[in-house]
């Protein structure tokens, strides 16, 4: 897989230990994990043991405290190996944001410890009622001396049936619509908190997805993450970080789909000569291999803006939109280049297609990244 970006040779190191132990622990179980289920646990205990159970925790509480680039680098890895399996092990850097952002010492211990120690987070955002309309959140949590107590569902929680710990956005005051909306830590643990339907996926099925119940979960006043109120701004600055890794991810899935392609061009007589040498299919590559770039090249464009501090909201949602889409696009013609052989089971195209369908809808539609962009753009700010 050709690379073109200026890793530092550290990174350059990582990464050869992440195709490692995709070789190892990924490549071999992702077709029977498609088919019969979800990513074992073991896969992500040998991911602690490398040091990467959260990629973004940081140094104080014992992480590694990668930056935006290298985490990307490793989503890319992830992505292109198996993307259930991706967003599996990515929950644990999703659900973190919030934390980085608004977390004091003794909520950063509470958050990390249980991911650093081999354990699924979860990020709780979504309802029945409430999915690209995130303000509309009805999941209540009502103060009660030095408690707070959540009532409500969430449904779409991406490891929510294995988490240990989950930041779970609910009301504190519903007349404030949006504004109202807080952001907790919650214990697997509390009681009242459960697990309901599991949902049955066309794609990414290594990953877990579940209804999250909350009846009565009783949690100490100081897991409210910053102020009652900054619910809503936590969880837009949480997924402006959560969007780069997504597109990340895409960028992987394409260079798969990509890759699988040109090795099949190469093998497949046709009219007695490979399909290779035909132009139709390698003007075709040339364009899926222009469009995987072009969307790296936004992918660490936006990691670069993130790790100097800079503004990169419209640019993450720019980036999430475009290298999506490309995704779905590459696979979609990586697919006919393929033609019938490509639609089977046999062809692991067929499993890439039906996972790439899924980045255009979470962490935002991509209709919801154009909102993005066209709000900072006639916001006039730019950015
Ligand atoms: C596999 C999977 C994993 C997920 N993981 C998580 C998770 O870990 N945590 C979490 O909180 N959520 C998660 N989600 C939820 C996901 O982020 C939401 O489903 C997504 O944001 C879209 O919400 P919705 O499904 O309610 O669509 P809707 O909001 O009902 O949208 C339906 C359609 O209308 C369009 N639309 C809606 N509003 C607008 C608008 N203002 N302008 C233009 N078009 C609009 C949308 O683009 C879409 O095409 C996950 C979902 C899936 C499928």
Not at 132 to 147: I, L
Not at 165 to 171: D, E, L, P, Q
Request: charged content about 25%.
């Amino acid at each position: 897989m050709n690379r073109m970006f200026d890793y530092t040779p550290e990174q350059f190191e990582l990464q050869k230990k992440v195709r490692t132990f995709v070789k190892k622990y990924i490549d071999p179980i992702a077709r029977d994990v498609d088919a019969n289920g979800e990513l074992p646990m073991s896969v992500l205990k040998a991911w602690k043991e490398e040091g990467l159970a959260c990629l973004v925790a940081p140094k104080e509480v014992g992480g590694p405290e990668l930056d935006t680039v290298t985490c990307a680098m490793i989503l890319e890895e992830l992505g292109y190996a198996d993307l259930g399996t991706a967003t599996a092990l990515g929950a644990n850097n999703l659900c973190s944001y919030t934390v980085l952002l608004a977390g004091n010492p003794e909520q950063k211990k509470k958050h990390f410890g249980p991911l650093l120690e081999g354990n699924y987070g979860a990020f709780a955002l979504t309802e029945p009622n409430a999915g690209s309309d995130a303000g509309a959140v009805s999941t209540t949590a009502r103060r009660e001396g030095n408690e707070y107590v959540l009532n409500g569902t969430k449904c779409f929680i991406t490891q929510g049936g294995v988490a240990a710990t989950y930041i779970v956005f609910a009301s504190t005051d519903k007349c404030k619509g949006a504004k109202g909306l807080s952001a907790f830590i919650v214990e697997r643990d509390r009681p009242g908190l459960s697990a309901g339907k599991v949902e049955d996926k066309m794609g990414i099925r290594a990953s877990n997805t579940v209804e999250l119940i909350l009846e009565n979960v009783r949690i100490p006043a100081s897991h409210l993450l910053g102020n009652e109120g900054d619910g809503m701004k936590l969880a837009m600055m949480s997924l402006d970080s959560g969007r780069l890794m997504v597109a990340a991810q895409a960028v992987g899935v394409a260079q798969r789909a990509l890759d699988e392609c040109v090795e099949y061009v190469k093998g497949r007589v046709d009219n007695g000569k490979p399909l290779s040498a035909q132009q139709s299919a390698a003007f075709k590559l040339a364009d899926m291999a222009t469009a995987v770039e072009a969307g790296r090249q936004l992918v660490y464009r936006g990691a670069v803006l993130k790790d100097a501090h800079q503004p990169y909201s419209k640019h993450s949602a720019m980036t999430k939109l475009f290298c999506t889409d490309m995704a779905m696009q590459v696979a979609r013609d990586a697919m006919e280049i393929m033609g019938s052989y490509g639609y089977t089971k046999d062809a692991y195209i067929e499993k890439v297609w039906r996972d790439a369908r899924i980045l255009s809808i979470y962490e935002g539609t991509n209709q919801v990244q154009r909102v993005v962009i066209a709000g900072a753009l006639l916001k006039g700010t730019g950015h």
